[in-house]
């Protein structure tokens, strides 16, 4: 059996429009249980941004992937990575995530 062609699964272009930097050298970073991907070099309200990318489940209420939220920050390119843990605070028995952001301007 050969193994199956990479396919694109979805086009998200909205919070890279307008970017003035391309992003084919910046990485992206899954969080932990696969359900973010935190997206350098985003572009919102002039400013550098990263575009966090919440998996969807397919359905009408929440599309393939949704692209609402961003960490604004800064006015150089910018870098992100979750942690590859999820994190419990003492004494809470929900779990959380943490992603660190950074740009070139620091």
Sequence with gaps: ASPRAAQVEAQIERPFLNSPD???FLRLSWSPEGQYIAAANAWHQNRYAVALLLR????????EWESDQNFIIHQAAVAAAF???MLRRAGSSSLTLACAVGGADC
């Design 22 to 24: 391309p992003t084919f």
């Design 83 to 85: 942690n590859p843990h």
């Design 56 to 63: 969807g489940s397919g359905t009408e209420q929440r599309p």
